[in-house]
């Protein structure tokens, strides 16, 4: 089973800042990734998949880079409304598996 | 525009069974995979079950035995029929729309199962 680490856990940042997240992989999984951004009480939302792809509606603002084990997810200026969960995500047989999330909060 | 309305979550004792419900709209469920994700009180997402288009189904190691998936296509529904529940099944269970086979593009709101005496 692939595992998935996110770091940093928190991190905090004021709006207009660059907000950078990582994701590492336990074994490859080629560009076969996904970032969701959750906000409290809500459902989440598909931002980027196959790594670098944004999802119908994101804005320009979020970019997803990385192959093989090692993952970024960018918010190039943090608006009022990108502080949230992020988690990365892949599939591998079947199974899909998330990872443990970070928290991007207002500094 | 897509929607997933999720129903049939509440309080059941430990051992219960419980049914949801994933009623679809603005899409066929039968023509993509289909998943349920859930998650637990404060903590992070955990991949339960998928269903394939073809009527493959797969579950998670914490659920494979317990849980099914289904659906019934003339309703456009999807369904997890959840046996022998434990209090660590309790959590939010969303359904979800599989993307390309590997990702989840549109999310139901999500239903609330409690499990506890």
């Known amino acids: 089973e692939i595992v998935l680490t996110q770091s940093p856990a928190t991190l905090s940042l004021s709006p207009g800042e660059r907000a950078t997240l990582s994701c590492r992989a336990s074994?490859?999984?080629?560009?076969?990734l996904a970032w969701y951004q959750q906000k409290p009480g809500q459902a989440p939302r598909l931002l980027i998949y196959?790594?670098?792809n944004r999802a119908t509606g994101i804005p320009a603002r979020f970019s997803g880079s990385g192959s093989g084990t090692d993952f970024t997810l960018t918010i190039s200026s943090l608006e009022p409304e990108d502080f949230a969960v992020y988690y990365c995500?892949?599939?591998?047989?079947?199974?899909?598996?998330f990872g443990p999330g970070t928290k991007v909060d207002i500094k | 525009e897509v929607q997933l309305v999720e129903t049939g979550g509440g309080l059941i004792q430990p051992g219960g069974s419980l049914r949801l419900s994933c009623a679809a709209s603005?899409?066929?469920?039968?023509?993509?995979?289909m998943s349920w994700v859930r998650q637990a009180p404060g903590k992070g997402l955990e991949w339960v079950s998928v269903?394939?288009?073809?009527?493959?189904?797969y579950y998670a190691d914490s659920v494979k035995g317990r849980f099914t998936i289904s659906r019934d296509n003339s309703k456009n529904t999807l369904y997890l029929q959840m046996n022998s529940l434990r209090a660590e099944d309790t959590a939010v269970y969303y359904c979800?729309?599989?993307?390309?086979?590997?990702?989840?593009?549109?999310w139901g709101q999500g239903t609330l199962v409690t499990v506890s005496s």
């Open positions: 979800a729309r599989v993307l390309a086979a590997r990702y989840f593009d549109y």
């Open positions: 995500q892949q599939r591998s047989n079947w199974r899909g598996t």
């Open positions: 603005g899409f066929t469920v039968s023509s993509n995979y």
């Open positions: 196959d790594a670098s």
């Open positions: 074994q490859s999984v080629s560009s076969y």
């Open positions: 269903i394939y288009s073809g009527g493959s189904t």
